[in-house]
Every structure is written in structure tokens, then in C-alpha cells.
T-cell receptor
Framework: GEDVEQSLFLSVREGDSSVINCTYT??????LYWYKQEPGAGLQLLTY?????DMKQDQRLTVLLNKKDKHLSLRIADTQTGDSAIYFC????????????FGQGTTLQVKP | GAVVSQHPSRVICKSGTSVKIECRSL??????MFWYRQFPKKSLMLMAT?????????EQGVEKDKFLINHASLTLSTLTVTSAHPEDSSFYIC?????????????FGPGTRLTVL
């Protein structure tokens, strides 16, 4: 199947860490991405991880990939109110076609 | 990162009219562009893959006669919603693929909000 699944909502307090989870089904995935969407806007690429990596850190963002369990997570350290948005994970099935399969999106609410 | 623009950002039209949405890659060449549709509080649904100089590839269930795609140059793809109806109201987002780097990345436009009355 082509499913990429995420939990729909996460609420955290400012300064805490946020962990957004994603599962996917296709073992042939090449790259996995995290995008951020603010209200009424397009998607902003936050980070990505190649399928043969376990972890990637980029400033406040840490991506963990468990390929055996087909589980991807995005950790945002020291979450700020400006991080409030919808976060999508996406699975690149083939670098030839460029086709991305998106999860449903996780709405992150950051409370002051 | 590279910039992708969409025009218009918002359009309201009457039922039965056609609407054209443009997607431009501003500082890179994109042999492939993608058109997505997003319903409120929902994920992005890929509608079609637009390849420069050839016919678009449509996803299953997407009517190619209703959603006409033209990719006439390496920086411009257009989506025309023909004979629009209220159920076509949605947020349409394009992305463009930049293959100049060592890996594949898609850059997304800001989206076009279509409302059909």
C-alpha cells in the first residue's frame, strides 16, 4: 500500500520538546521528508533523511528513522510559539518519478 | 532554497467558468512539476505530474479533461480547471523538482485558493 500515517494533533508548552511520529508502509522508500505548513501557505521543507540513515540533526530538529519498524519521527527541541503549524511527513518512493506520498499532517499547538 | 511562485493566490469564480493557475520556478529549471490538491484539514493529494514538453501523467481518479495541465517551458506549468463546479473548490499547490543537486528535492509554491460559487 501507499499509506503514510501520522497522529493528527499534538499540544506542547513553549520550551518543551515536541515529537511528531510517522509510519510508512513501503520498504522501497528512498528519502523521507518533513514539511511544515502554516495557515493558508504552501509547504516548507524542514529536513529530510536518506533511507540508509538512522538519525539526522539540524539545529533544533532531530529526525530518527527506524527502517525495520518503518517509523519516522521529528523532534523539535525548545519548541516556540512560531513552531505552531501542520507538519507533514512524506515518503519519496522513487527518485525517478519524484512522487511523494504525504501523511495526513500533524497539527502542532504550542501553548505559551 | 529555490523559489516557486503561484498565480493567482486566490480566485473566486462562477460555476461553469474555467480558471487557470500558473506555477513558476523562479531561479531554477524544473523538468518536472507536480500539482496537488488539499482539502481543509487534510493531506495533499497528488493530482498529476507535469513534464516539460510532454503530456502530464494523471493519478488514478483525476479527470484529465477537467484538469488540463500544460508544461510549456522549464519554468512554467499551468493547471486549468475547466467548467468549474463548487466541488472543485480547494487549495491547489504545485511543486517543482530541482535535479541540479546531488539528491532530489521538491520546492512548493504558496498555493492557490479556488472558490467556485
Amino acid at each position: 500500500g501507499e499509506d503514510v500515517e501520522q497522529s493528527l494533533f499534538l499540544s506542547v508548552r513553549e520550551g518543551d520538546s515536541s515529537v511528531i511520529n510517522c509510519t510508512y508502509t513501503d520498504s522501497s522508500s528512498t528519502y523521507l521528508y518533513w514539511y511544515k505548513q502554516e495557515p493558508g501557505a504552501g509547504l516548507q521543507l524542514l529536513t529530510y533523511i536518506f533511507s540508509n540513515m538512522d538519525m539526522k540533526q539540524d539545529q533544533r530538529l532531530t529526525v530518527l528513522l527506524n527502517k525495520k519498524d518503518k517509523h519516522l519521527s521529528l523532534r523539535i527541541a525548545d519548541t516556540q510559539t512560531g513552531d505552531s503549524a501542520i507538519y507533514f511527513c512524506a515518503d519519496l518512493r522513487s527518485s525517478n518519478t519524484g512522487k511523494l506520498i504525504f501523511g495526513q499532517g500533524t497539527t502542532l499547538q504550542v501553548k505559551p | 532554497g529555490a523559489v516557486v511562485s503561484q498565480h493567482p493566490s486566490r480566485v473566486i469564480c462562477k460555476s461553469g467558468t474555467s480558471v487557470k493557475i500558473e506555477c513558476r520556478s523562479l531561479d531554477f529549471q524544473a523538468t518536472t512539476m507536480f500539482w496537488y490538491r488539499q482539502f481543509p484539514k487534510k493531506s495533499l493529494m497528488l493530482m498529476a505530474t507535469s513534464n516539460e514538453g510532454s503530456k502530464a501523467t494523471y493519478e488514478q481518479g483525476v479527470e484529465k479533461d477537467k484538469f488540463l495541465i500544460n508544461h510549456a517551458s522549464l519554468t512554467l506549468s499551468t493547471l486549468t480547471v475547466t467548467s468549474a463546479h463548487p466541488e472543485d473548490s480547494s487549495f491547489y499547490i504545485c511543486s517543482a523538482r530541482d535535479l541540479s543537486g546531488s539528491w532530489s528535492e521538491q520546492f512548493f509554491g504558496p498555493g492557490t485558493r479556488l472558490t467556485v460559487l
